[in-house]
């Protein structure tokens, strides 16, 4: 077969079932997430030990990160995938099951393992779909993940309106999880499929190169953002102009809903500016967002303002793991494991981070954290750009 005109056909087969494995790994942590409260009651225990407990769900979800990158880098993401998204889908039954905190503790374990690796995995091939395609295409992944989040989101609502139990409704997205990984994992891209990027940034194993802790970092303070936003949005607009619970909630409303827009139009941009302006400008914008939550005294700028941050972080986070993906030939699901793991550390500890700072200020005036954080991403928003030994990466 002529490889001109097979290479597009296989390219979009393996572009569709990457974006397959985004929306089906924020479906399953929809899935879960909508039965929290309904879990908490079948293992009757308070939220204290729920907290705790969700301690192990980020434990394992880091421990999956850490080796998936190395295993992904010696056998190929297109079979991390598949066996890490195939955990994860058989993992979510497991808190629909546990009827005790401890056995909840180590379903937890084994669903964040699985979710960890799958993220690495998959993000890990999505560079390499992107390389091929010659043009930025990593945003709209993760805007894949925001409505496969959504969808989860309302399928849970609906069965749990119709009162099935967790263990039912679990059950069944499982099995959908498992068909649906099969039906994607034979069109990924395998390892040998592709050229690399000629610039090599090859380290000792286990070493951290001064580049990969950079984009650590600047993951990190993006992460801690917009984790700050996921948990403390609805709060914010509630403590700050005395809201109701219904009107405060739309405050994470605007903020996922331009998050998701924006990741499916950051790509455009990235091509046509490049990845270091999506960094800077959208930074410049959700602190203009964030700077506005924390002067307004007004519901319409506060959400606003919640709208504008989620729009300019929409699509920084994907540059940052396109530019990881792409720092050498050896080790790139290792400098995406590294990275990715550093973001989701920030992501854990912002909420917790603000939720310390409330014994000490009002909980807007906390939110200067996050404003700090993207300010700073701005000033190092350099790091996503190609180094100048690297050559322009073709299919």
């Not at 950079?214 to 948990?231: T, Y």
Request: glycine content about 12%.
């Amino acid at each position: 077969m002529d490889s001109r005109t097979d290479q597009p056909v296989r390219l979009r087969s393996a572009r569709a079932a990457i974006f397959g494995v985004f929306g089906i790994n924020g479906f399953l942590l929809a899935m879960w997430v909508v039965h929290i409260p309904a879990i908490e009651d079948r293992t009757n225990i308070a939220h204290s030990t729920l907290g705790s407990l969700l301690l192990l769900l980020a434990a394992g979800a880091i421990a999956g990160m850490q080796l998936a990158g190395p295993l992904a880098d010696r056998y190929g993401s297109r079979l991390l995938v598949a066996l890490s998204g195939t955990l994860l889908a058989v993992a979510v039954i497991g808190p629909g099951l546990a009827s005790t905190a401890w056995q909840l503790g180590l379903a937890l374990m084994i669903f964040g393992f699985g979710n960890g690796a799958l993220d690495v995995s998959m993000n890990s091939q999505a560079v390499l779909v992107e390389r091929e395609y010659r043009r930025p295409i990593m945003s709209a992944f993760h805007g894949m993940f925001s409505i496969g989040g959504v969808a989860g989101s309302l399928v849970g609502a609906v069965t749990i309106e119709a009162g099935w139990s967790p263990a039912t409704t679990l059950g069944v997205a499982s099995v959908l999880g498992v068909v649906a990984i099969a039906l994607c994992t034979g069109r990924l891209l395998p390892p040998s499929a592709h050229p690399q990027p000629e610039h090599h940034e090859r380290r000792p194993r286990g070493k951290y190169s001064s580049r990969v802790l950079a984009m650590g970092a600047v993951a990190f303070v993006l992460m801690l953002a917009e984790g700050v936003a996921n948990d403390w949005s609805t709060l914010q607009v509630k403590e700050h102009l005395d809201a109701p619970a219904s009107v405060a909630a739309l405050a994470f409303g605007a903020f996922s809903l331009t998050m998701t827009v924006g990741r499916f139009t950051a790509d455009r941009v990235s091509a046509a500016l490049g990845p270091v302006e999506v960094v800077r400008y959208g930074t410049l914008i959700a602190a203009a967002g964030m700077g506005l939550v924390v002067v307004s005294p007004w519901l319409p700028t506060t959400l606003l303002g919640w709208a504008l941050f989620g729009l300019g972080l929409s699509g920084c986070v994907p540059q940052i793991f396109t530019a990881a993906g792409n720092l050498g030939t050896g080790a790139a699901g290792a400098n995406m494991s590294r990275v990715v793991g550093m973001g989701y550390i920030g992501f854990l500890a912002g909420p917790a981070t603000i939720g310390w700072l409330t014994h000490l200020v009002p909980l807007t005036i906390a939110m200067v954290v996050p404003l700090v954080c993207v300010l700073v991403a701005s000033r190092f928003a350099g790091i996503v750009g190609r180094p100048a030994t690297q050559s322009v990466a073709v299919g």
